[in-house]
C-alpha cells in the first residue's frame, strides 16, 4: 500500500506534470510575470466555470477577505457577523480593518454559521455577514441573504474551502459558492481544491461597480497609473501561478467528484456509533469535501488521532481553538461558554485524509482502523 497523506500533491502534479511544465515555460518564454495574458485568461475561465460576471484575481485568500471588506466603504467600529469556528484569516481582516467581528454560533451538525442566530446579534452597527462555506459545504444562502436584505446588510462569502459546491434553491435555481452574495472570495492555497504551486485568491462579483472598485483598491486605489483614487494595496497573482491554475481547472470537476468518491467510501464503510458520528450532508448542497471531517465523542478525539498516527494515517484538528478564545481576539470580551456549540466541535473534530488520489486500498484501510478503534 502507498504511504497514506493527508494530501497528496505530489501524485496530483505528476499526473498533470506536461501540461503544467508547458504552461510554466510560456511564461518563462514571454516573461510577462507579471499582470501576464495567463491572468486575465484564468479570470474569464473561472468566471465562466462558475457562471459569474467578474472574478478579481489576488495574491491570496486572506487579501481576497480584507478588499472584499475595503471596497464596501465600512468605517471603524462598523460590525461584521461571522463564525468563531473558522481559520483565523475571516475575523483577522474584520480586526485590521478596524471593525469589530461579531460571532455567532455553528450548527452542531453542519459546522456552518448558524442562520437562525443571526438576527438576534443585528444592531444598528451591523453592516456585513460573512458565511464560511467549511470544508466544502456551503452555508444556507437563501436564508442568509433574505436576512441581508431585511437589514440592509452586505453579504461577503468565505468560499476558501467550497469552490464549486452547487447551492440549490428552494424554487430549484441553482448557484455555485461565491456567487450568491454581494462578493465571494477564495483561496488558491496548494492544498485547496483548486490549488496553485504556492498562494493566491480571487474576488467573485456581479456587481460592476464593486468591481471595477475591488480592481482598483488591488492595484494601489489606482486605475491609471500613477494616479490613485483611494488607499488601496498591491494584491496581485502571479503569472506563473495563474498559468497553473488554468491547467488545473480544467480538472476541477474530475478532481472534485474523485473526492466526492472518497467521502462516499467513507460514508458507506465507516460505522457510526456513539463514538463516531460521520459528516452530515445537507440537501441544498453539493458537498465538495475539502476535508471529510468526523466527530469523535466522548472525549476518545486525541486517543483516536493517537492510534490513527500509530498506524501510519495522518488526521488533522481544524480548528482547536474557536476565533472567541484566540487570545487575538480576547479584548473583544468573549468568554468562554459563550459559543458552547463551537467550542464543542472543536474537541471532538477530526478531519481524515481527503484528496483526489485516495485509491480503495487507502480508503480500505482508514475504514478498518477506525471501525477497529470503536
Known amino acids: 500500500m502507498r504511504k497514506i497523506q493527508m494530501v497528496d500533491l505530489q501524485s496530483q502534479y505528476l499526473s498533470i506534470k506536461p501540461e503544467i511544465s508547458e504552461a510554466i515555460q510560456n511564461v518563462l518564454n514571454n516573461t510577462d510575470f507579471i499582470k ?48 468563531p469556528f ?30 437562525h442566530l443571526i438576527e438576534a446579534k443585528i444592531t444598528s452597527a451591523t ?18 441573504m ?47 481544491n483548486l490549488g496553485a504551486f504556492g498562494d493566491g485568491g480571487a474576488l467573485f462579483t456581479n456587481s ?36 497553473i491554475l488554468r491547467v488545473k481547472l480544467r480538472y476541477l470537476d474530475e478532481y472534485i467528484q474523485r473526492r466526492q468518491a472518497a467521502a462516499t467510501y467513507y460514508d458507506q464503510h465507516i460505522y ?31 486517543e483516536l488521532k493517537e492510534i490513527l498516527a500509530q498506524k501510519q494515517i495522518p488526521s488533522m484538528v481544524y480548528y ?11 479584548h473583544y470580551g468573549y468568554k468562554e461558554g459563550e459559543f458552547p456549540i463551537s467550542e464543542k466541535a472543536a474537541k471532538e473534530i477530526l478531519s481524515l485524509p481527503m484528496h483526489t488520489e485516495l485509491d480503495f486500498e487507502q480508503l480500505e484501510y482508514i475504514c478498518n482502523c477506525l471501525n477497529d478503534f470503536q
Open 146 to 192: 433574505q436576512i441581508a436584505s431585511r437589514y440592509n446588510l452586505y453579504v461577503i462569502e468565505d468560499s476558501a474551502q467550497a469552490i464549486a459546491s452547487s447551492y440549490f434553491f428552494s424554487d430549484g435555481k441553482c448557484k455555485m459558492a461565491g456567487t450568491i452574495g454581494h462578493i465571494g472570495t477564495t483561496s488558491f492555497f496548494p492544498s485547496k
Open 36 to 83: 501576464g495574458t495567463d491572468v486575465g485568461h484564468f479570470e474569464h475561465e473561472l468566471a465562466e466555470f462558475i457562471d459569474c460576471k467578474y472574478v478579481i484575481s489576488c495574491a491570496n485568500g486572506t487579501d481576497a477577505l480584507q478588499i472584499a471588506l475595503m471596497s464596501l466603504d465600512l468605517k471603524p467600529g462598523d460590525e461584521v457577523i461571522t463564525t
Open 272 to 302: 457510526e456509533s456513539e463514538i463516531i458520528l460521520k459528516p452530515l450532508r445537507v440537501l441544498n448542497s453539493a458537498h465538495t469535501f475539502h476535508q471529510y471531517t468526523i466527530r469523535v465523542k466522548n472525549n476518545k478525539r486525541d
Open 86 to 115: 473558522s481559520f483565523v484569516s475571516t475575523a483577522e481582516v474584520i480586526a485590521l480593518l478596524g471593525l469589530k467581528p461579531v460571532f455567532v454560533d455553528i450548527n452542531p451538525e453542519t459546522f456552518l454559521l448558524d442562520e
Open 320 to 330: 482547536p481553538v474557536p476565533l472567541h478564545l484566540q487570545k487575538a481576539f480576547k
Open 208 to 243: 460592476e461597480q464593486l468591481a471595477e472598485k475591488i480592481r482598483m483598491i488591488i492595484n494601489h486605489g489606482s486605475m491609471k497609473k500613477y494616479f490613485h483614487e483611494v488607499i488601496g494595496v498591491n494584491s496581485r497573482l502571479d503569472t506563473i501561478q495563474a498559468a
Open 127 to 144: 453592516k456585513a455577514i460573512i458565511p464560511v462555506h467549511l470544508f466544502g459545504q456551503t452555508a444556507n444562502m437563501e436564508l442568509i
